[in-house]
């Protein structure tokens, strides 16, 4: 049992702001890296952002400037700060976690269900 669960998403208008978070629980260790992706309609998943266990971030540069990705490792949650939001950051936002089940010591991508970001005016 392994949870990757997020939260934050909703409805913005162009220029707004929201904050996604994503907490991993459960038999979940050892986690090396999390990071955002995001699917839009019609288009493949992208990496957003990136953050690994030892604070080296990552961004994609269309959000560079805009969105900042933090972490808090003890409690397993990373976090989505999106700034000046653009009708084409619209899509579903998915929370990744590179980590190890205490079950199997497997190491493997865990992902979230999933948040809906809508930019819109």
């Known amino acids: 049992q392994v949870q990757v669960v997020e939260s934050g998403g909703g409805l913005v208008h162009p220029g707004g702001s929201l904050s996604l978070s994503c907490v991993a629980s459960?038999?979940?260790?050892?986690?090396?890296?999390m990071g955002w992706y995001r699917q839009a309609p019609g288009k493949q998943r992208e990496v957003v952002a990136t953050?690994?266990?030892?604070?080296?971030?990552n961004y994609a540069d269309s959000v560079k400037g805009r969105f900042t990705i933090s972490r808090d490792h003890a409690k397993k949650t990373v976090y989505l700060q999106m700034n000046s939001l653009k009708p084409e950051d619209t899509a579903v936002y998915y929370c990744?976690?590179?980590?190890?089940?205490?079950?199997?010591?497997?190491?493997?991508?865990?992902w979230g269900q999933g948040t809906q970001v809508t930019v819109s005016s």
């Open positions: 990744n976690v590179d980590g190890r089940d205490y079950r199997d010591y497997a190491r493997k991508a865990y």
């Open positions: 953050i690994t266990s030892g604070g080296r971030t």
């Open positions: 459960g038999t979940i260790f050892n986690i090396y890296a």
